[in-house]
């Protein structure tokens, strides 16, 4: 059993131990933590819900757990205006924003992290229009590593408003975020199998006809399942208990994680698994609340790499990736997952200043993946691909630092406001530099 101050991570990929936990309950208390840190010569850093594959929140200094800060601070319905502390779980927000007749304009696929883990490491979703959560903040509270309690939103503070709301954890401890929302709508889902090439070949027209548009590629086969969200006036049609437990649970979760289970245990047979896996979920329509089309549950633990490409060199680089996995020996045995979305001005968003598609490569937990998202990684790289912050690459500052355009600007920032470093880790010293 792990001790008090040890800490992994959702997939069991990083570990921490640190010298010591807190779980403050305000702002002020976290105040008392990091000017005692300070004092007692350790780094800080914050965890969520741990669903980032990166070592951001890994530190043997002192390790913030944001369960005491999970509160609901502010709502004007008028403005669309909700403030929330940042420890509150995304599932909690949306529940809280339906409540009150409300939504965020998109999301991510998962609702488990934490609202100041989501934006602080670009969580985003698929859409023609809408982008990250990040994207979506509207102000911010945070404590800096001095102790001083700052609000910061696009007309106050500007540019540590930009550096923290999609900051990794360096800029400051996020205490409590404010997102612009919009009122509750319906999405109607249609959801198909579909033969890749007439998923690339028309790739354009299948993002330009749908609000929110991704497909899953089966390795090794010509399968895909496509997803298209598009809004709907009503009524309501959901998924029928057993349809959703059916696809969602038991084929998406409890079959797929048999699966993978013996693929892990008899690699050879991985080929079989995903032709397999390909074949197993069947087309379907619905129609329900936003969240609950844009999250479903994904309890068959992974490692992933995802990686941003410019949108015009999609088809390119997926086809060269399809060829790459396919002559491998890698026994990929998780589905690739393809979302976009549209530029943005975020300065550490990976959709800044272009329109973008995303490549996201998995492995089951427990498989190897080294030599796989190595040459995939190759790939991307050399087509200015940007890693996303909480997944898996080997990126560095001074690549970053080359597809960023405002990354001095982020790091101009840092400087200013954590120049001991307190909020430094391995992680933010390979991509931020010291």
Known sequence: MAGANEWSNWAGNQKAKAARVATPQSASEVVEVLRAAADDGLTVKAVGSGHSFTPAAVTDGVLIKPTGLTRLKQIDKEAGLVTVESGMPLHQLNALLAENGLALTNMGDIQVQTVAGAIGTGTHGTGRTSGSIAAQV???????????????????NAELFQAARLGVGAVGYVTAVTFRTEPAFLLTAREEPMRLD???????????????????WFPYTDRTNIKRNNRATGPAAPLSGFRHWMDDEFLSNSVFGAAQRLARTAPRLTRTVQKVSG?????????DRSDKVFTSPRRVKFVEMEY????????????EVTRTINASSWNVNFP???RVVPGDDLWLSTAHGRETAYIACHMYQGTRFDEYFKAVEQIFTAHEGRPHWGKMHTRDAEYLGKTYPRFEDFLGVRDRVDPKR??????TRRVFGE
């Not at 509207?138 to 106050?156: D, M, T, Y």
């Not at 074949?279 to 129609?287: E, F, G, I, Q, W």
């Not at 941003?308 to 390119?316: K, L, Q, T, W």
């Not at 307190?422 to 992680?427: C, K, Q, R, V």
């Open 138 to 156: 509207a102000a911010l509270e945070l404590v800096l590593a001095g102790g001083e309690i700052v609000n910061c939103s696009p007309e106050q």
């Open 198 to 216: 007439a998923v690339l070949d028309g790739f354009d027209d299948l993002v330009a006809d749908n609000e929110h548009f991704e497909f899953y």
């Open 279 to 287: 074949s197993a979920l069947s087309a379907r329509t619905y129609t």
């Open 308 to 319: 941003a490409i410019p949108r015009a060199a999609f088809v390119e680089v997926f086809r």
């Open 336 to 338: 690739i997952e393809v």
């Open 422 to 427: 307190l909020f430094a880790n391995e992680y």
